[in-house]
């Protein structure tokens, strides 16, 4: 890959893979380890760096530093790689900055100390409100513990977020219709619930655990809706938000827009005169690879089918669709002059359309 300069706006993901524990379902990249902050920070600096050669002092209109948990990063480390990232990259004025944090790794003080250095949204781990959930999640902290940074983040004024997991093993749909009245009567202006998946190779799938039925899940994921959408209306199959406070910096990933992976384990997707490019870093080494049209435009309609506005028709994605899929199903699918969206419907079968729509 030459060398270029290009104007488009690139998004930052930076992944920290360090934690105090590993959860029992987590399958992301992610160790148990006393952590080297200098060399951690000297290396995404210096991966912000090559990216600022390759792409020019491009804008960067989210950064997003996922993990892991990168609240156990020093706050002194942070500030560092945003001090590198704004010397070389045009951070906008109004960029969105989220940092993912999990309850027990921030009291008041170094939650200021981050806002200072430019956090502008917290990402909460809660998981559950129930501490024997927490328990059996492999979580470390108690639902006290999350509702206590909750309040403190809501305090300071900071966009706050917060992350649940439903579906697992012997819990109710009254369960999970708790779970979304806690959400509400703490004021969360955005939260994220995922079914609890089982993957290969965690805890849980070690020690034998079982996926709930489809039907119970189906009844769970209506409920969640049910309670939250009025207030938080959902924008995404996962994600519920108040108008205004949706994750600009997903929104702008699953709309197609190049972003910048930076840590281990972080992918990307630049875009370089025109050319889009995959990027994954293994074992500290960049690797990159060209994306044909088709198979980008086919990584949009993935991610952009999730979401509540759709994917927008542009030519590579007309060209990727199976038309004679979508004609043959109008019940499925809703289309307009300028996108296509998933009907209601068949949100919970998203996974095995796809399989037939993309040409």
Not at 154 to 167: K, M
Not at 226 to 255: D, K, M, T
């Amino acid at each position: 890959m030459t060398e270029h300069t290009i104007t488009r706006p690139h998004n930052l993901y930076i992944h920290v893979p360090f934690c105090a524990s590993k959860c029992a379902y987590c399958a992301f990249h992610s160790v148990v380890c006393k952590p080297d902050w200098n060399a951690y920070s000297a290396q995404i600096i210096s991966d912000i760096k090559y990216w600022s050669g390759r792409l020019g002092r491009c804008a960067v209109p989210t950064i997003f530093f996922g993990g892991g948990t990168p609240s156990l990063m020093p706050t002194d480390v942070f500030a560092r790689i945003m001090d590198a990232a704004r010397e070389t990259f045009d951070i906008l004025p109004d960029a969105e900055i989220t940092i993912e944090s999990n309850p027990g790794t921030l009291c008041a003080a170094r939650l200021r100390e981050f806002m200072d250095a430019g956090v502008n949204r917290l990402s909460v781990g809660v998981q559950s409100f129930d501490d024997n959930e927490l328990k059996f999640l492999g979580r470390t902290h108690s639902a006290n513990d999350a509702i206590k940074l909750i309040k403190i983040a809501q305090d300071f004024g900071l966009n706050t977020s917060g992350d649940f997991i439903y579906g697992l093993p012997g819990q109710s749909v009254a369960s999970v219709e708790k779970t979304c009245r806690g959400i509400l009567d703490l004021g969360l202006r955005h939260v994220s619930l995922y079914e609890l998946l089982i993957e290969p190779g965690t805890p849980l799938a070690m020690r034998g655990v079982q996926k709930i039925d489809d039907d119970t899940a189906a009844a769970m994921y209506e409920k969640i809706d049910e309670i939250l959408a009025p207030a938080l209306p959902r924008y995404e199959v996962s994600n519920y938000a108040r108008a205004g406070f949706e994750c600009h910096h997903n929104q702008n990933i699953w709309a197609g827009e190049p972003y910048i992976g930076i840590g281990e384990s972080a992918a990307g997707r630049v875009l370089i005169d025109s050319q889009w490019f995959e990027t994954k870093i293994i074992n500290n080494k960049l690797n990159i690879k060209p994306l044909s049209n088709h198979d980008r435009a086919v990584e949009k309609i993935i991610t952009g089918l999730r979401t509540m506005c759709g994917v927008e028709l542009t030519p590579d994605v007309r060209a990727a669709i199976n038309w004679d899929f979508v004609h043959a199903n109008p019940n499925k699918f809703i289309v307009d002059d300028t996108h296509i969206h998933i009907g209601r419907s068949s949100v919970l079968f998203l996974d095995r359309l796809l399989i037939d729509l993309v040409a």
